[in-house]
């Protein structure tokens, strides 16, 4: 059979193995953490220079689409038909503007080749002229406009010329009738060409503002054609070192982004292979200590144990009725604040007690809710570094928080009296000579036709009456008694003093010594208390 020393022996080697192996474990990963940390903070500076480098890379790509993509994007299939349309009407027009420069040096004397030399030049510079014009600036607005006055300064040209073609007939006319009469038609050909001639001079002006407004147009069109191509190479070569910019930038960010994650990785591989190396080199020693180990364990059982001493019994009530639900100022339910009390005091009993923890429900006596059990070791063991008293102290204290943890405090009414009557019955059947009991709760009794939560004093002769009348008095004499967390939540304070007044005299008649009944939390300090106190002690 299995002694109590032997499991905690037991327990306390596997406790002592589980943190043996965890916490290398645990401060490699949190100097992976520090270490990611830091990468990150150093790449920081490097992943927003970057960052803000994709995003101009972003605004040049849109401004080379923007000045380029009329040429590189939709310049027209049929380029090389359009511009030879155009360099045929640029020839004409420059011919004809050649051909009426020609006869106006003509008319004045000049010599053939001269005055052809200087027509020629004069439609060359207006059309030169005009695409400069057109080149700097570069409005298709302005561009609309001036193809709207080439248009418009035909137009009134022709209209003008027809008015010339007008009066050439109705001159003929004149001459025809006079080559019946014989008469002289000298001065009507002088009186036609004194009419005509102004209006000769403005059809010939409108003729060549017409005629050098399209050629300049026509010439500013055909150099956006035939630079269309070279525009195309140029925006490629651009878009393409533009693209590999950003790829090359966006590769960076993405590195210095998953470095601090690349490198603990890396540095958890290496602690894992080292973890690994050193576990396969220390098994033998382990395999010789367990060999060892089970060596000496016969020699140690076969020692004549030394007689434990009596310790005390420790009993706790944990209040879970809905009243201690509320939260307080400080951020902490009542009922929080009666498991961490009573988990206290767990970690302050002296040695060689055992505890046990009842939750207190509206059926308290009926159905009694035992949360825990347990011993508490009366000797820190055979390990000089490692108490087992303490050790098992706080294994109940967690068992204690984590199992409260998942009994919620909902019970409708609270019971008690009941458990009262409960807790003396167990006590009685303990062989520890010390015996304390410890409450946290409200204490307002609600149930088995007691309330004393509702009225707003108590009446405690009353109140008692109906307690011996029910048989709820409970025995628990030489009991040391602690009441703690009595909240006074949407009570008075002479309701809360009727409260204390009906407890003293319900221990009083239950044979129990009241050692405290408090509204706070602190829970009672048992660490100088010796192992068999007597019944008057503290």
């Known amino acids: 059979m299995v002694s109590d020393h032997d499991k905690s022996l037991e327990s306390l080697l596997y406790d002592l193995g589980q943190h043996a192996a965890l916490k290398p474990i ?46 590189a994007v939709t310049s027209p299939q049929d380029s090389p038909v359009r511009a030879a349309v155009y360099v045929f009407f640029i020839a004409f027009l420059t011919a004809l503007g050649t051909v009426l420069a020609h006869m106006t040096f003509s008319a004045f004397g000049a010599r053939t080749a001269a005055s052809w ?55 003929q006319l004149g001459v025809a009738v006079a080559a019946t009469t014989a008469a002289d038609t000298t001065r009507d050909a002088v009186e036609f060409y004194r009419s005509a001639g102004p209006l000769f001079e403005v059809s010939s002006l409108l003729f060549s503002v017409s005629a050098e407004l399209c050629t300049a147009l026509l010439f500013h069109a055909l150099w956006r054609l035939k630079l269309s ?62 060999a060892l180990l089970l060596a000496l ?3 140690c059982h076969a020692q004549p144990a030394a007689a434990e001493p009596v ?9 879970l009725s809905g009243s201690m639900a509320p939260v307080g100022f400080g951020g902490t339910s009542q009922y929080a604040a009666c498991v961490n009390a009573l988990a206290g005091a767990i970690e302050n009993l002296p040695p060689g007690g055992r505890v046990t923890v009842v939750g207190i429900t509206n059926e308290s006596f009926a159905k009694p809710g035992v949360l825990l059990s347990a011993a508490i070791p009366a000797d820190k063991g055979r390990l000089e570094f490692l108490d087992q008293i303490e050790i098992a102290k706080r294994r109940i204290s967690s068992q204690l928080r984590q199992r409260a943890a998942r009994a919620r405090p909902d019970a409708p009414r609270s019971d008690i009296l009941g458990f009262f009557v409960y807790a003396g019955a167990l006590l009685r059947e303990q062989p520890q000579s010390r015996k304390v009991l410890m409450v946290c709760s409200d204490m307002r009794q609600n149930a088995n036709a007691i309330n004393l939560e509702r009225p707003q004093t108590i009446d405690a002769g009353q109140a ?47 044979g129990a ?18 192992a068999h106190a007597g019944v008057g002690e503290k």
């Open 464 to 510: 008692l009456q109906a307690a011996e009348k029910q048989r709820l008095v409970a025995d628990l004499k030489g009991v040391d008694v602690y009441i703690f967390g009595v909240h006074a939540a949407g009570k008075t304070v002479l309701y809360w003093h009727s409260l204390q007044t009906f407890w003293a005299e319900y221990f009083r008649r239950c």
């Open 297 to 299: 364990l016969p020699r």
């Open 26 to 71: 645990q401060a490699a990963q949190q100097v992976c953490a520090y270490e990611a940390k830091r990468i990150q903070a150093h790449n920081a500076p490097g992943i927003l220079e970057h960052t803000l480098r994709l995003q101009e890379l972003g605004s040049e790509r849109a401004a080379i689409d923007t000045l380029f993509g009329q040429h």
């Open 117 to 171: 030399l200087a027509g020629c030049s004069l439609a060359i510079l207006g059309m030169v002229a005009g695409l400069l014009f057109l080149q700097s600036y570069d409005n298709p607005r302005l561009i609309g406009r001036l193809a709207l006055s080439a248009f418009v300064t035909g137009l009134i040209g022709q209209i003008v010329f027809g008015l010339i073609r007008g009066h050439i007939f109705l001159f």
């Open 229 to 290: 191509k070279t525009d195309k190479d140029r925006a490629a070569v651009l878009r393409a070192q533009n693209i590999n910019d950003s790829i090359e930038h966006a590769k960076t960010v993405a590195e210095l982004e998953n470095e601090p994650v690349v490198r603990a990785a890396e540095f958890m591989l290496e602690f894992e292979k080292g973890f690994h190396a050193a576990v396969r080199d220390t098994s033998r020693s382990v395999a010789l200590f367990s």
């Open 513 to 530: 010594n009241l050692r405290e009944f408090s509204m706070g939390y602190e829970p009672p300090r048992f660490a100088g208390m010796p």
């Open 311 to 319: 310790g005390a019994a420790f009993f706790e009530g944990l209040d």
